[in-house]
């Protein structure tokens, strides 16, 4: 069973920083391309960042690009996204996505 399971979300001021995780299990981890998606209050899914399979650059959004950081440890089935200098509008639940599996979500609150 394919499951996905993000951590790491909170509470942080405008400007902190935070750490996201996306623990993945039930697939060869290593092989596929794995993203970074968000969710703001009542908006569409954005898509944030994608980490490549096989040299694991990574590629993001002109929102979060210069600020945010993802990467992947393939020996952990660990997908991270660093998150810098945070703003309010990066308030949003966080998924981490393979294809058309997602997980259930971390919520991220930036507000003063």
């Known amino acids: 069973q394919v499951q996905l399971v993000e951590s790491g979300g909170g509470l942080v001021q405008p400007g902190g920083s935070l750490r996201l995780s996306c623990t993945a299990s039930g697939f060869t981890f290593s092989e596929y391309i794995l993203s970074w998606l968000r969710q703001a209050p009542g908006k569409e899914i954005e898509w944030v960042s994608n980490v490549d399979a096989v040299d694991n650059r990574a590629y993001y959004a002109s929102s979060v690009a210069g600020r945010f950081t993802a990467s992947r440890d393939n020996a952990k089935n660990t997908l991270y996204l660093q998150m810098n200098n945070l703003k309010t509008e990066d308030t949003a639940v966080y998924y981490c996505?393979?294809?058309?599996?997602r997980g259930q979500g971390t919520s991220v609150t930036v507000a003063s």
């Open positions: 996505a393979s294809g058309n599996i």
